[in-house]
């Protein structure tokens, strides 16, 4: 834990310092217990900004390429993603994987708090795509609360076809926990939608995007 609160303060403290961000909403995420962080995704940084500015550590998947990549970079990329519990995932495996939601299922039966794109990958076009339901399987099976993140500007941080960052001012908007009847891993597909279409519209409300009816069709792990 002290290793996360340091890793999480600098990054924080980097983040804060270079790009002002406002964030609204920390007080809704739970003190203790379990808890799944449902953000929308435009950004490759998303989850380090995720994981910098959340009160408490939240495990994201992430390309097993950030634990190896060489050079101080790497070592840095690794020990923050180390400190703060991701899960590497080798690239072209599907986050929405059975094997990959029953490692986010061990976590929350631990107590402790996992974060998943519901749209499956980041949106490209800044549109919010219809959520997959791996998010709504967990909510079901765990009865864990489920905080929806709207995050605004983030995509600016890393314009197409450009590797350095560039600070730019974003948003994070964490919105009330959302709270589900804990059916275990045996509910229909029917009820893993409605809970998925329901976190979707919180994270709508939140993020303020135009969404789509249909899937984010692209399948790299972010």
């Given at each position: 834990m002290e290793l996360f609160d340091g890793i999480r303060w600098t990054t924080?403290?980097?983040?804060?310092?270079t790009c002002r961000p406002t964030v609204i909403g920390l007080e809704n995420v739970p003190k203790e217990g379990p808890f799944?962080?449902?953000?929308?995704?435009?950004?490759?940084?998303?989850?380090?900004?995720?994981?910098?500015?959340?009160?408490?550590?939240?495990?994201?998947?992430?390309?097993?390429?950030?634990?190896?990549?060489?050079?101080?970079?790497?070592r840095i990329m690794k020990s923050f993603f180390e400190a703060v519990g991701s899960i590497?995932?080798?690239?072209?495996?599907?986050?929405?994987s059975v094997q990959a939601?029953?490692?986010?299922?061990?976590?929350l039966e631990d107590g402790r708090g996992i974060g998943i794109y519901p749209e499956g990958t980041r949106s490209r076009d800044g549109i919010l795509y219809r959520g997959r339901t791996g998010v709504g399987w967990l909510a079901l099976t765990?009865?864990?609360?489920?905080i929806p993140v709207g995050l605004i500007g983030t995509e600016k941080l890393?314009?197409?076809?450009?590797?350095?960052?560039k600070p730019q001012h974003f948003t994070m908007k964490v919105g009330?926990?959302?709270?589900?009847?804990?059916?275990?891993?045996?509910?229909s597909l029917p009820a893993r939608r409605q809970v998925t279409d329901r976190i979707m519209d919180a994270i709508a409300e939140l993020s303020g995007q135009e969404r789509s009816a249909s899937y984010n069709q692209s399948k790299t792990v972010e």
């Open positions: 924080r403290g980097l983040i804060s310092g799944i962080v449902a953000p929308n995704h435009l950004s490759f940084l998303d989850s380090v900004i995720v994981q910098a500015l959340m009160p408490r550590p939240v495990a994201f998947f992430a390309k097993a390429e950030y634990f190896t990549t060489k050079g101080v970079k790497g590497p995932v080798e690239r072209g495996e599907q986050a929405a939601l029953k490692t986010l299922l061990d976590i765990t009865g864990a609360p489920v890393q314009p197409a076809g450009r590797n350095a960052v009330e926990p959302l709270y589900f009847d804990k059916t275990g891993p045996d509910h």
